[in-house]
């Protein structure tokens, strides 16, 4: 027997040309161990796994093991998976879609991919590359993946997400098929270049027809960009009420409860002790005579006309106004206090999301926000520091965790929009 090995092929096993390349169709195990001659379209095992493990590269268009894993390893180049399980365990993978009904663990060296989607998603801290979508139900560790956004983010964001999803039969997220079906019909002519050219002469006019047909002319991935840059403003985006419930009553709530006249309707400490008094003790005779009664009014007399004076005195110097100023700045206090120490927490899982030294600048600046007591200016600078983290991940390569996401927009909530 030939010493590099012998071709077996077991029964019921389909070999078939799709497009100029060779497709395998197998119940059982299939294992690729190097780049055949013949280019591979895809390789399907219904009941078993699909390893591929080539040295040099391998590029093909499908792989699928419903019941089974599919395994990588070294450099292969594909457009989608579908499996029960994903196992990249080392080398540079390219790929569009990889869909798991179970699990995906992604360990090997590199990774450009455009959307990754199980209910388990593992990710090697040491990993490079791109995964623009990762839908999955646990939450991510630190990784250096740029991307990271879920199919609705996806889906918003890039104008050819939706058509992605359905062309490997994802559903696109609810609220955003409508959209992305928009964007895949093609724009009408723009019907003012007409107008212009036909009513006017003027060069003027001339020259903005011509500006108007180079604008609507602008190339897909031109506009794509700017999507990217210019996201959409932070407050649009929902979050968990159960999670970050509403804020409590708010200081004009708090002070307009807050009793004015209450002590003239109060009884007199006199009239009180009139009411306790029985019949029997209401009627006894005084203990002292008439004479030391009027001495000792007219000693209570002076008291009082000080007393007055002192209240008068004390009236003006503390007015109501004041008083009421106090209580609403307390209030002010301890409300501010409550926001600052759940913005802290939000921060504080916001910061893990990142390796020590990577955090980028824009994030930096919101934990300024929240050292300065500058609150305000966090909730008027929110949607640009969104914006600013966008555009230093598109220049340095960095990766966006799905934490930060949400970190912003529970931060959103937390303070409210911005002042109109």
């Not at 268009?61 to 395994?71: E, Q």
């Not at 990217?228 to 932070?234: G, R, W, Y």
């Not at 203990?287 to 009664?293: A, F, G, H, Y």
């Amino acid at each position: 027997m030939a010493s590099k090995g012998a071709l077996v092929l077991p029964a019921g096993v389909a070999l078939q040309i799709e497009e100029g390349a060779l497709s395998i169709h197998h119940q059982g195990d299939i294992v690729i161990e190097g780049v055949p001659a013949q280019p591979l379209h895809s390789l399907t095992s219904e009941k078993g796994d699909v390893k591929l493990a080539c040295p040099d590269s391998l590029e093909l268009k499908r792989v699928s093991a419903p019941a089974g894993t599919v395994s990588v390893t070294g450099k292969v180049s594909l457009q989608s998976i579908e499996a029960k399980a994903v196992d990249f365990s080392g080398g540079n993978l390219k790929i569009s879609v990889m869909n798991a009904a179970k699990s995906i663990n992604l360990n090997g060296a590199k990774i450009e991919a455009d959307v990754i989607l199980a209910p388990k998603v593992d990710i090697a801290a040491g990993l490079k590359g791109r995964a623009s979508a990762i839908e999955c139900s646990n939450e991510l560790g630190p990784h250096k993946l740029r991307g990271g956004f879920n199919l609705s983010e996806f889906v918003s964001l890039m104008p050819t997400g939706a058509a992605i999803l359905r062309a490997h039969s994802i559903s696109v997220p609810a609220g955003e098929e409508e959209l992305g079906e928009d964007d895949d019909e093609p724009e009408p002519a723009p019907e003012p270049v007409e107008s212009v050219t036909t009513k006017s002469s003027d060069p003027d006019s001339a020259e903005a027809a011509a500006a108007v047909a180079a604008a609507a002319s602008e190339p897909e991935a031109a506009a794509a960009t700017t999507a990217v840059l210019e996201a959409p403003e932070i407050s649009d985006y929902p979050s968990p009420e159960d999670e970050f419930p509403e804020p409590g009553p708010t200081t004009e709530e708090t002070t307009s409860t807050a009793p004015t006249d209450v002590i003239d309707e109060l009884p007199t400490e006199a009239a009180l002790a009139i009411e306790d008094l029985g019949p029997a003790e209401a009627e006894q005779p005084p203990l002292i005579d008439q004479e030391s009664e009027a001495q000792l009014l007219a000693q209570a007399d002076d008291k009082e006309a000080v007393a007055e004076a002192n209240d008068e005195e004390f009236v003006a110097e503390a007015p109501e106004q004041e008083i009421e100023e106090e209580i609403v700045a307390e209030a002010a206090d301890d409300e501010l206090d409550e926001v600052g120490a759940r913005l802290r927490e939000i921060l504080e899982y916001m910061g893990d999301a990142y390796q020590e030294g990577q955090v980028p600048e824009p994030i930096q600046r919101i934990f300024s926000y929240l050292e300065g007591n500058d609150l305000d200016g966090l909730r008027e600078n929110l949607s640009p520091l969104w914006k600013d983290l966008f555009k230093e991940i598109q220049t340095s390569g960095g990766y966006h965790p799905n934490a930060v996401t949400r970190s912003f927009r529970a931060i959103r909530e937390l303070l409210g929009p911005p002042s109109a």
